[in-house]
């Protein structure tokens, strides 16, 4: 999947007040989007496996430039009687720069939807905060 996003100047703005978005894979497993330039990568931060892993490094430009996450994923694995094999695998590139490379994600993350053996849609989170997307794109890997 390819995503770019604008994040807004919100100078007064703290933590999950900056600029709160994020891109959910199956609406189970979310990757980050906030306006965290210049801070130390956390798992809460632009990039991060929300609330499971930060980012290797913290690529998020400043706000008002457009960014880009390339996001390569692998569904989590179930057997015939839907117990769960293996889990959710992501690389994610942020701005050029691979920041998770072939990371587990260990179950549903934030507010995702329960982990189970069914297809989900990619979302675009929204909470209120002025975040602008363009040029999605998705290609289903063979």
Known sequence: MHVEFRLPFRPTA???SRANSGVYLQRRYEIQILDSFGLDPKNNDCGALYEQKAPSVN????????????????AARFDSTGKKTANARVTVIHNGVKIHDNAEIKGSTGNGRKEEDKPGAINLQNHGNPVHFRNLWLVERK
């Not at 430009?61 to 390569?72: E, R, V």
Request: hydrophobic content about 35%.
């Open 14 to 16: 703290k933590g999950q």
């Open 59 to 74: 690529m998020c430009f400043a706000p008002l430039s457009w960014q880009t996450y390339d996001i390569d994923f692998t």
